[in-house]
């Protein structure tokens, strides 16, 4: 049997060989220098310690000294020859570097001060080179049948998860942050509050009384938009999602600098196009029907043209994969994150979504709770607030009053216990819409035109209302929020006195 499919060839082979045989990227005198020059200057940790961590060090012992320098000095203390050499003898750092001498050799080694950030980049960078090896060791392993569980797909899946967190977390693993740093963190955001006009802390949602109730759209939340089938859902999500990148843009453009932030949509239930032609349709003011149709004039048409040209500059991307998997999505956040920045998830919606690859959850609640958990790890992991719709169980059309609660929620499991707002948009109209009265069913014409006036009168009261029910918010105020809802367009805006 010809086994050239599975096999390596002995060109293959001979590569890997050498590859192996190749000293890991390091540079120990650069590692020496730097200590030096930090036990002669404690200033010079100032000029590294933002970027260079004790596990970047290719020496271990170079590491843990370094380790030992900065909780020092991070204490406020002096940290030189003659206030380490103590606590260097009990701990035995120096044991495996030729004791006290290895001192006298890091300060000879030391070339100046001010060379010290050249001499952390080049000790980064060695660092960065050598993660990559060792993730380039892992694909070939897995590509060549070492995780037998993961196909190609998966594995491209999981190489490009290693380098998302190479790119960003700087080789530290997770772990406590002090509460100075916390309190500094909150301090930072209530600032940026001050600062800021109006009562908007995070990303604008575009509209007005929803900004004002949640202070807009904050990192690491995850908020889940809820309804039942012809509510809005997801036009409201788009207009929500249209709004911020716009914000991201306009931003960008009065601090004349690069664009740094982008909105992603995850649609699975409607394609790309199909929601292109929906943005366009609000904007252009186009009714989308006849947009499918063709109903439109030579007028319509050329603003059609010009308003999408408009819309290609915003900083929005659909992913239109239907079924998606939760690993996917998280593999494409960071991607995305990582090239163009993040900004804002929105995910239409999460009861079409599959969990992470390789579970195989029980039941379908815990499927669900699987991926709210997850979604909420992303939000935390890339710092982003993400949008996730939800479908509600049938048990609301079996309530006189249709208006949706939390237990109203499908699959409820960990969706409202993970989630840091709950939000509900319910359309009164639609409903009532379906009670009008029917002439047979009534004895007279009189009795019939009596029901029918006030069905009309009903009607006028809620003509292009909705509301927005915000049923949980972790860090806020609960209510309802009044919207002006216009269904040619399926638009959502501010509710006016206009309106009224």
Known sequence: MNDFATSPSSSTTKGISALLERSPPANPAAEQALLGAILTNNKAYEHVSDFLYPTHFSDLVNGRIYEAISRRIERGQLADPVTMRAEFEHSGILKDAGGPAYLAQLMNAMVGIVNAVDYGRVI??????????????????????????????????????ELFKLATDKGQDGGFVSFEQALTDALVTAEQAFQRTGD?????????????????????????????????????????????????????????????????????????????????????????????????????????????????????????????????MRTRCRRLARTKGLSLVVVDYLQLMRPAIGTRPESRVLEISMITQGLKAIAKELSVPVIALSQLSRQVESREDKRPMLSDLRESGSIEQDADLVMFVYRDEYYLQQRQPKETAFESMDKYQVALDDWQRKMAAVHNKAELILEKQRHGPTGTIQLYFDGQFTRFSDLDTFHD
Not at 135 to 146: H, K, L, M, S
Not at 238 to 256: C, G, V, Y
């Open 124 to 161: 980064h960078d060695c660092w960065i080179r050598r993660q990559l090896i060792e993730i380039g060791e892992t694909v070939v392993n897995n590509a060549y049948g070492a995780r037998s569980d993961l196909n190609g797909t998966d594995q491209i899946a999981a190489s490009e998860e």
């Open 200 to 328: 908007i802390v995070g990303l604008t949602s575009g509209l007005r009384d929803f900004d004002k109730k949640t202070g807009g759209l904050h990192p690491s939340d995850l908020l889940i938009l809820a309804g039942r089938p012809a509510m809005g859902k997801t036009a409201l999500a788009t207009k929500i999602a249209f709004s911020a990148a716009q914000a991201l843009m306009r931003e960008a453009e009065d601090a004349n600098k690069p664009l740094k932030g982008s909105v992603a949509i995850f649609s699975l239930e409607m394609s790309a196009e199909q929601l292109a032609t929906r943005i366009l349709s609000e904007q252009s003011e186009v009714s989308g029907e006849r947009i499918r149709r063709g109903d439109i004039g030579q007028k319509e048409m050329d603003r059609f043209v010009r308003v999408s040209r408009e819309l290609q500059k915003l900083p929005l991307h659909i992913d239109d994969t239907p079924a998606l998997s939760l690993s996917a």
